[in-house]
């Protein structure tokens, strides 16, 4: 009797034994699936991400070829103009090419509408690069340039500042007679550096330094008797004080 329940014993439970190892061989297959389909994505990942960054650098081979040769073209270009006297159109190409040296081509990421993702950094304020054009007039250390596109006083002083100089400022005879042979003898009427904006009657330069009209042929009359005009300019053979919102000619001017 005791062996019947022995057996009987062993019988009811050798199939929930079974059962249960079933189950943990489904369980340890379902994991070893997993893992390598997993793995598998990861060789996908690895595989594409190296066809990106093998397109990304033959995409930036060949924007630095078509850059290189876009400069080539502008400087062909500016020599060109700098030829013919051409003084304005000359330094408006160098600008574009040195903007072009500066600025890198866009990433594949950046075209796509993704930007590459860059560590935070401190935004620091650029100093403008002093693009002196060829064709540019040198007086005393100071080189000196015309810009015939008529800018309103504060557009012009901007305008000149982005190309590493400012209005020119006139300071002795002696530079105010070079001026006006090389400059105001051919375009009657040119923005100066010098307002009064802050003070009625005190004449100041973009640095903050005082004009000084001693030794400069000017219309008191204006310039002293006349409110609200805040910028000087020259016009046939004086310095005299215009109003805001003139559009007019200018001369750059860059210190050594």
Not at 3 to 24: N, V, Y
Request: contains cysteine; proline residues 5%.
């Amino acid at each position: 009797m005791h062996k019947w329940f022995i057996a009987i014993l062993i019988m009811t439970l050798l199939p929930c034994s079974l059962r249960g190892q079933e189950t943990d061989l489904k369980s340890t297959k379902a994991k070893a699936a997993v893992r390598e389909y997993e793995r598998k994505l990861e060789d996908v990942d690895k595989e594409i991400k190296k066809q990106l960054r093998d397109l990304e650098k033959s995409y930036q081979m060949r924007a630095e070829l078509i850059r290189a040769r876009l400069i080539t073209n502008l400087n062909e270009a500016m020599e060109e103009e700098a030829r013919k006297i051409n003084v304005e159109e000359a330094n408006k190409i160098k600008g574009v090419i040195d903007d072009k040296k500066e600025t890198a081509a866009p990433t594949l990421n950046a075209l796509m509408g993704r930007p590459d993702k860059q560590p935070a950094t401190t935004t620091k304020t650029k100093t403008p690069k002093v693009r002196i054009p060829k064709a540019a007039l040198k007086f005393n250390e100071h080189h000196y340039a015309i810009c015939t596109d008529p800018m309103t006083w504060h557009r012009a002083k901007a305008y000149c500042k982005a190309q590493g100089g400012h209005l020119a400022s006139i300071n002795t005879k002696e530079e105010f007679n070079f001026l006006d042979q090389a400059f105001f003898q051919r375009v009657p009427n040119l923005y100066l550096d010098g307002t009064d904006e802050q003070k009625e009657d005190e004449w100041v330069f973009s640095n903050g330094r005082r004009v000084d009209f001693s030794n400069i042929p000017v219309d008191r009359r204006k310039i002293s008797g006349v409110r609200h005009r805040h910028h000087l300019a020259h016009y046939k053979g004086i310095i005299r004080d215009d109003p805001p919102g003139f559009r007019l000619p200018f001369i750059i001017e860059w210190d050594e």
